[in-house]
């Protein structure tokens, strides 16, 4: 048992290893999103800027030998030079806006839609590290576990002390198991089945939460939409037959539909990142349920097992076999 132990040392340390190195990445990733949204927000502004910038030096620059050229048809000059003076105006316009600005402009529910942004892409970071199928069900553990234990090198003890050192989730399926050594199978699949219901649980956390961000930030567009339309026409009844109506019911509508384009935004990513977790575990769940049926027929005390005289002709056709291809 000391030469199995020790095959088993290298898994001992690689759990704690494994979360440490889990934990430092959800971190590093974490602050690589707020970096890349904050350089974002940063420098698509100017991009935007130049890019209007030169989107109303081309239009200058057509519009100046169509009027030269044109010289009789001096209405046609003045439309070109006012559709482009407008195409230039609306891309300075668009272009001063910066993110906060766009933030600014959708009203308070803009923050909460916002923060679930931020909420989001930390646990779906979190959840894909956490759900790597080497950390759920490392195969090194799984295979020399399942070859010691059909060989018969393992006793209760011992295959418990080997599940408890390799902390894992299908090491605590394994354990269950083991509590039930020589027991009927009915039981052990018992054990298998609480346990596999205890681990799928763990492994589901925090998809709720994103499940509840993929429903709410839709939800909470709609609202600013509808509170915006809402003084938008406030707005609009309140003035005299003096203004231009239409302009300020569109400027209101623009600033209204923003919230909605922000949820939207938000959901969408949340709900195939939730479809996404749910099929991995599901996956998982499978998996570690067909190990812990294999333990089923190790262990039991109805499991079929060869005997002695089996295993010895076993072992002496595969001697023979051997011996044969040798000659």
Excluded at 178 to 194: F, G, H, N
């Amino acid at each position: 048992m000391t030469s199995g132990t020790g095959r088993f040392a290298p898994i001992e340390r690689s759990p704690e290893r494994r979360r440490n190195r889990g934990r430092r990445a959800a971190v590093s990733l974490s602050l690589a999103a707020f970096a890349l949204l904050t350089a974002l927000a940063l420098v698509v502004p100017h991009a935007n800027r130049a890019f209007a910038q030169d989107a109303s030096g081309s239009t200058a620059a057509t519009s100046a030998p169509q009027s030269s050229e044109s010289g009789s048809a001096g209405e046609s000059a003045e439309a070109t030079e006012t559709a482009s003076a407008k195409e230039a105006s609306a891309g300075k316009i668009f272009a001063s806006k910066s993110l906060l600005q766009i933030v600014r402009d959708g009203g308070l529910l803009m923050i909460p839609i916002g923060i679930c942004s931020i909420v989001l892409m930390v646990f779906v970071f979190e959840r894909s590290i956490s759900l790597r199928k080497g950390r759920i069900i490392p195969r090194p553990f799984v295979n020399r576990f399942l070859e010691q234990l059909k060989e018969e090198q393992l006793d209760p003890d011992s295959a418990m002390a080997l599940c408890t050192e390799n902390r894992s989730p299908v090491s605590e399926v394994f354990a269950a198991a083991i509590q039930k050594w020589d027991r009927p199978s009915v039981e052990i699949e018992q054990a298998i089945i609480d346990s596999g219901e205890r681990v799928a649980n763990s492994l589901r956390r925090y998809l709720r939460l994103i499940n509840g961000i993929a429903t709410v930030t839709p939800l909470l567009g709609l609202l600013g939409t509808v509170l915006g339309m809402i003084q938008a026409f406030d707005a609009l009844g309140a003035v005299d037959g003096a203004a231009r109506p239409e302009l300020l019911i569109a400027g209101g509508i623009s600033q209204a539909l923003l919230t909605t384009a922000a949820g939207l935004g938000v959901a969408i990513p949340a709900l195939i990142a939730y479809l996404f977790f749910v099929g991995r575990v599901d996956q998982l769940v499978i998996e570690i349920d067909s190990l812990g049926q294999r333990i089923v027929g190790l262990i039991a005390c109805d499991a079929w097992r060869p005997s002695a005289a089996e295993t010895a002709g076993q072992a002496g056709k595969k001697s023979g076999k051997e011996r044969r291809r040798a000659a």
